[in-house]
């Protein structure tokens, strides 16, 4: 069903496809309300396994993907919900209608669009649980249409007083969010489990190899060496200990990449 979605769709089947629960619940059981395979793919779509919920989570655009990447970082976060349907539907076609702004349509059809937000967070605070609405943008795609989208998201969820965010690439960590794809295939690569080496052994040792003059594949190179691994499951046990937050490794402060320096934190 979910693969229909990219067609020109009647109200009738819009109806099915929120009755058989795309874009509600929460979980591993949550279905987003858009997945990767129902959009056109311009190469910027992507799919990851989150250890927060321990489902696929479907991205439509890179910014949507590098904001999961931060928020799994963050030890707060209990549940991430890409995609989530604005339900019910008639709800932001009256907000639409207050405004008097038209609201979103299917292409090529008179159907209303189920409006979605890019990310719902459950965040963990000390005193209870937190929602928090992220819509995700680029600030050369807030033209004044868009705006009008957005106005009517931000109501919905103001009528509920749940924070609302838009985040556009001046607003989130993006040395943060870059360096945590660096790392992003230790979130799928079973081969550090499968190594027998824990990762924070791994990253001490790397650490210890450290030296201002040598760059990340030399120390990785040297590290998986002295452990007797490949380099491949050197990356893997090293990106664990990344986002396990036992690595020294600082991604905040410089871009990593295969030649460059690696910069460690004082803790």
Same mark, same amino acid.
């Given at each position: ?8 769709? @009647? ?38 396994? !989150? ?8 991205? $439509?655009?890179?910014?949507? %993907?590098?904001?999961? $990447?931060?928020?799994?970082? !963050? ?19 009256? &907000? ?16 209303? *669009?189920?409006? *979605? ?65 660096? %790392? ?10 499968? !190594? ?6 791994? @990253? ?11 760059? %990340? ?28 937050? *036992?690595?020294? &490794? ?9 030649? @460059? ?7």
């Amino acid at each position: 069903m979910a693969g229909t979605k990219a067609r020109n769709p @009647s109200p009738e089947v819009v109806e099915r496809w929120i009755n058989a629960g795309f874009g509600q619940g929460s979980g591993l059981a949550y279905k987003p309300f858009m997945f990767v395979r129902d959009v056109p793919s311009m190469g910027a779509s992507s799919t990851v396994k !989150s250890w927060a919920t321990g489902r696929n989570h479907h991205y $439509l655009s890179r910014q949507e %993907f590098k904001v999961h $990447l931060v928020a799994e970082y !963050s030890p707060s976060i209990l549940d991430i919900r890409e995609q989530f349907a604005l339900l019910p539907w008639n709800e932001t076609q009256e &907000i639409a209608r207050k405004l008097g702004i038209k609201h979103p349509r299917y292409p090529g059809t008179a159907t209303p *669009t189920v409006i *979605t937000t890019d990310l719902l967070l459950t965040m963990k605070r000390p005193d209870g649980l937190e929602l928090i609405a992220v819509s995700v943008k680029l600030t050369k795609d807030l033209e004044p249409r868009a705006l009008e989208k957005l106005l009517i998201e931000r109501l919905y969820w103001n009528r509920r007083g749940i924070r609302w965010i838009l985040a556009t690439e001046k607003n989130i960590p993006n040395v943060r969010a870059e360096n945590l794809q660096f %790392f992003e295939m230790a979130l799928n690569d079973d081969r550090a489990q499968k !190594s027998g080496v824990d990762p924070a052994h791994f @990253s001490r040792q790397f650490e210890a190899n450290h030296t201002p003059n040598r760059c %990340f594949n030399e120390v990785l190179g040297k590290t998986s060496r002295d452990l007797s691994l490949d380099i491949q499951t050197g990356h893997a046990l090293l990106g664990t200990a990344v986002w396990k937050r *036992t690595s020294r &490794i600082d991604i905040d402060t410089a871009l990593l990449d295969h030649r @460059s320096p690696v910069v460690l934190s004082s803790r």
